[in-house]
């Protein structure tokens, strides 16, 4: 037929293509895959995310080439990387800083997701996905982190396996598995090494490859919050809201990767440690099962949720069971559950704000830590607003995200800090407005005026 394409079978692109959907693959992925023409720079976050993801893996088989994964060398081993590999630290200093820089981009990728809805329907299983990857990356950073053998790796290792021990019956027997031995020692780097070199890593490739396809199947999210699959379309059946990934975006997310090389370059070389905050000072000086550091803290991209650990004190369960008890009757008289569920769930409260004050506060504190990052799973169904993006969203949803997102600064960095009566009381405070807007959303959500949503999306050439 005249104007359609045809598949060149010659050749060695043609010899590949016959036995591998190479050339199909590249159609769907990049050339023939349109994307909303409305995107901004928070659309970089991904693709950078992808890029050190890739610096990640390279930087690690150079480092596992010279790493000693036991307990009486693997000091030394990374100070001969330093100091005697050619070009070894460089090599260990953008791991360093890329593990730092990987959290960087993801929380500025999710955060994203939050204010354009990316998470609402049909992206759920992208959400999901998504925050799954989050999980993994915790993993992978909390094992690597004990890879070094410094006394904040070995102590913050020692404190967070300890926190296992918490969980009712099981937990001294877990937290006893998961070391390998009765403290911190040559079995727990042993197997930390193989997660965090084998295991994590290839269910993180997984979900990555996951999180791609799940996107490309139901299309991209953009600032409006507009599908651009559902809106006009051109004559081959493209829409007219969209443009091909390739060469547009491939050339747009090109420039943000050189912004992004040339800031992981000047962290490089010019301040690896930023301040003790990617590499603690503590962790320059050899484990020592001896003598324990005066403070003992997480990297900074675990600082919030160590907060919200450290927040929930004896005295603080009671804020939690008397918001359990407060959700139970909300959701029995107010609530539009129905059957059964109607008398579940708030007996299920009741019984958890009875058990708030039998067990232990530290297992409570798990239970918050772990708590905050699952309930991101739930945010496509706890988001009721009848738009997606906030540019369409009132005014003072505005403000709630401002406050949301300087609690979560302002947990983190107490987190860094020594635990005093006046931090521990203002990470109280953060951690019940980060639980509360999330537990909250199904309401909030749904109140204030909101602006109409445009029938295609919002593009200024540029």
């Given at each position: 037929?005249?104007?359609?394409?045809t598949?060149?079978?010659?050749?060695?692109?043609?010899?590949?293509?016959?036995r591998?959907?190479?050339?199909?693959?590249?159609?769907?992925?990049?050339s023939?895959?349109?994307?909303?023409?409305?995107?901004n720079?928070?659309?970089f976050?991904g693709?950078?995310?992808?890029l050190?993801?890739?610096?990640q893996?390279?930087?690690?088989i150079?480092?596992v080439m010279?790493?000693?994964?036991?307990?009486?060398?693997a000091?030394?081993?990374?100070?001969?990387?330093?100091?005697e590999?050619?070009?070894?630290?460089?090599?260990?200093?953008?791991?360093?800083?890329?593990?730092?820089m990987?959290?960087?981009v993801?929380?500025?990728?999710?955060l994203?997701?939050?204010?354009?809805g990316?998470?609402?329907?049909?992206?759920e299983?992208v959400?999901?996905?998504g925050v799954a990857?989050?999980l993994?990356?915790?993993g992978?950073a909390?094992?690597?982190y004990?890879?070094?053998?410094?006394?904040?790796?070995?102590?913050?290792?020692?404190?967070?396996?300890?926190?296992?021990?918490?969980i009712?019956f099981?937990?001294p027997?877990?937290s006893?598995?998961?070391?390998?031995?009765?403290v911190?020692?040559?079995?727990?780097?042993?197997?930390?090494?193989?997660f965090?070199v084998?295991?994590i890593?290839?269910?993180?490739?997984?979900?990555v490859?996951?999180?791609?396809?799940a996107?490309h199947?139901?299309?991209?999210?953009?600032?409006d919050?507009?599908?651009i699959k559902?809106?006009?379309?051109?004559?081959?059946?493209?829409p007219?809201d969209?443009?091909?990934?390739?060469p547009?975006y491939?050339v747009?997310?090109?420039?943000?990767?050189?912004g992004?090389?040339?800031v992981?370059?000047?962290i490089?070389?010019?301040?690896?440690?930023?301040?003790?905050y990617?590499?603690?000072?503590n962790?320059?000086?050899?484990?020592d099962s001896?003598?324990?550091?005066?403070?003992?803290?997480?990297?900074?991209?675990?600082?919030p949720?160590?907060?919200?650990?450290?927040?929930?004190?004896?005295?603080?369960?009671?804020?939690?069971?008397a918001?359990?008890?407060?959700?139970?009757?909300?959701l029995f008289?107010?609530?539009?559950?129905?059957?059964?569920w109607?008398?579940?769930?708030p007996?299920?409260?009741?019984?958890i704000?009875v058990?708030m004050?039998?067990?232990?506060?530290?297992?409570?504190?798990?239970?918050?830590?772990?708590?905050?990052?699952?309930?991101?799973f739930?945010l496509?169904?706890l988001?009721?607003?009848?738009v997606?993006?906030i540019?369409?969203r009132p005014?003072?949803?505005?403000f709630?995200y401002?406050i949301?997102?300087i609690d979560?600064?302002v947990?983190?960095?107490?987190?860094t800090q020594a635990?005093?009566?006046?931090?521990?009381?203002?990470?109280?405070?953060?951690?019940?407005?980060?639980l509360?807007f999330?537990?909250?959303?199904?309401?909030w959500?749904r109140?204030?005026?909101?602006?109409?949503?445009?029938?295609?999306?919002?593009f200024?050439?540029?």
């Amino acid at each position: 037929m005249a104007g359609e394409k045809t598949v060149d079978t010659t050749g060695l692109l043609g010899w590949i293509d016959k036995r591998f959907p190479l050339t199909s693959t590249y159609k769907a992925h990049l050339s023939e895959y349109y994307a909303p023409k409305n995107f901004n720079f928070w659309y970089f976050f991904g693709s950078l995310a992808l890029l050190v993801l890739v610096i990640q893996i390279v930087t690690g088989i150079f480092l596992v080439m010279s790493y000693k994964p036991d307990a009486a060398l693997a000091f030394n081993s990374v100070e001969y990387i330093m100091r005697e590999v050619p070009w070894g630290w460089l090599i260990r200093y953008m791991h360093s800083t890329g593990a730092s820089m990987f959290f960087v981009v993801v929380y500025l990728h999710m955060l994203r997701g939050l204010f354009y809805g990316s998470y609402r329907k049909p992206r759920e299983l992208v959400w999901v996905f998504g925050v799954a990857i989050f999980l993994c990356l915790m993993g992978e950073a909390f094992f690597g982190y004990l890879l070094p053998w410094g006394q904040m790796s070995y102590w913050g290792a020692q404190v967070i396996v300890n926190l296992f021990s918490a969980i009712p019956f099981i937990g001294p027997d877990l937290s006893l598995w998961i070391r390998g031995d009765y403290v911190v020692s040559d079995a727990t780097l042993n197997r930390f090494f193989a997660f965090h070199v084998i295991a994590i890593p290839l269910v993180l490739l997984g979900l990555v490859v996951a999180h791609v396809i799940a996107l490309h199947e139901v299309g991209s999210n953009n600032p409006d919050g507009v599908e651009i699959k559902q809106g006009p379309k051109d004559r081959n059946g493209h829409p007219m809201d969209g443009i091909p990934f390739h060469p547009y975006y491939t050339v747009h997310d090109i420039m943000g990767v050189a912004g992004f090389l040339m800031v992981f370059a000047a962290i490089i070389f010019f301040g690896p440690e930023m301040g003790g905050y990617f590499l603690e000072y503590n962790n320059f000086i050899p484990a020592d099962s001896l003598k324990t550091p005066p403070h003992i803290a997480p990297v900074w991209y675990f600082t919030p949720f160590y907060s919200m650990l450290r927040a929930t004190t004896s005295d603080f369960t009671w804020v939690f069971s008397a918001g359990a008890v407060i959700a139970a009757i909300a959701l029995f008289f107010k609530g539009k559950l129905s059957g059964l569920w109607r008398f579940g769930v708030p007996i299920v409260l009741l019984i958890i704000a009875v058990f708030m004050k039998t067990l232990d506060a530290k297992f409570w504190g798990v239970v918050t830590m772990g708590g905050s990052v699952v309930i991101l799973f739930f945010l496509p169904w706890l988001d009721k607003c009848p738009v997606k993006s906030i540019r369409y969203r009132p005014t003072w949803h505005k403000f709630l995200y401002a406050i949301f997102i300087i609690d979560f600064v302002v947990l983190g960095f107490i987190g860094t800090q020594a635990p005093t009566p006046a931090l521990n009381l203002i990470s109280q405070i953060g951690t019940m407005l980060y639980l509360g807007f999330f537990f909250l959303m199904p309401v909030w959500s749904r109140l204030g005026t909101f602006k109409p949503v445009p029938d295609r999306v919002t593009f200024h050439a540029h």
